[in-house]
């Protein structure tokens, strides 16, 4: 596509509840990022997928978050048993992975947790 | 302290002014990029300059690099109302994981007509 497409664009659920966002990236960039941001706040890395390679994980902020990409494109960041204080924008972002690590964006998901 | 941390946190200028955007980090980069978020939407990046550059132009859109002082500075000359925006800057670690990006908390810019 032409730009990072995210769905949905909002999410209201109630606490305990799984939620699942997706992202597709542009095509043909092999690495993907996702990121939250709180209100007010800057981004905060939660995981890293560059092609086949192990993604890195280390962001998340608990065992309740996981994320995947399946053939290399479209990824799914999970959480489960969501918590008011996972209220936030979730970002993901695309590139290359070659050169400058220019990052494009998406629209964002914003959730919030009741 | 986070790397990448954004003075002031808010700005508000007329129209036509000038408006500077100060960034600090911490650590030895790569690179630092500055990006722009206009309210409920994605970031969108707008430059970037190497550790070995000290200044960049592009549009009305000037940048500067300090790395003695870790620190960094976007101008933007000749303000509208359509530059209102959070202002991001960004940066690549050397001599670490150079995908990740680190940023800051922003700066909110509002361009008054």
């Known amino acids: 596509g032409a730009g990072v497409s995210q769905s949905p664009s909002n999410k209201v659920t109630e606490k305990g509840k799984d939620v699942e966002l997706r992202c597709d990236p542009i095509s043909g960039h092999t690495a993907l990022y996702w990121y939250r941001q709180s209100l007010g706040q800057g981004l905060e890395f939660l995981i890293y997928f560059q092609g086949n390679s192990a993604p890195d994980k280390s962001g998340l902020p608990s065992d309740r978050f996981s994320a995947e990409r399946t053939g290399g494109s479209v990824s799914t960041l999970t959480i489960q048993r969501t918590q008011q204080e996972d209220s936030a924008v979730y970002l993901c972002a695309s590139n290359r992975a070659r050169g400058s690590n220019i990052q494009y964006f998406g629209a964002g998901t914003r959730l919030s947790v009741l | 302290s986070q790397q990448g941390e954004e003075d002031p946190q808010a700005l508000s200028i007329q129209e036509g002014e000038n408006a500077t955007m100060n960034c600090s980090y911490k650590?030895?980069?790569?690179?630092l990029q500055w990006y722009r978020q206009n309210s409920g939407r994605g970031l969108v990046h707008l430059i970037l300059i190497r550790s070995n550059e000290r200044e960049k132009h592009s549009g009305r859109l000037r940048v500067t690099l300090d790395t003695s002082k870790k620190s960094s500075s976007l101008l933007i000359t000749a303000s509208r109302a359509a530059d209102t925006a959070s202002y991001f800057c960004a940066t690549e670690r050397s001599g670490g994981s150079n995908y990740k990006l680190t940023f800051g908390k922003g700066t909110l810019l509002t361009v008054n007509p």
């Open positions: 650590t030895s980069i790569n690179n």
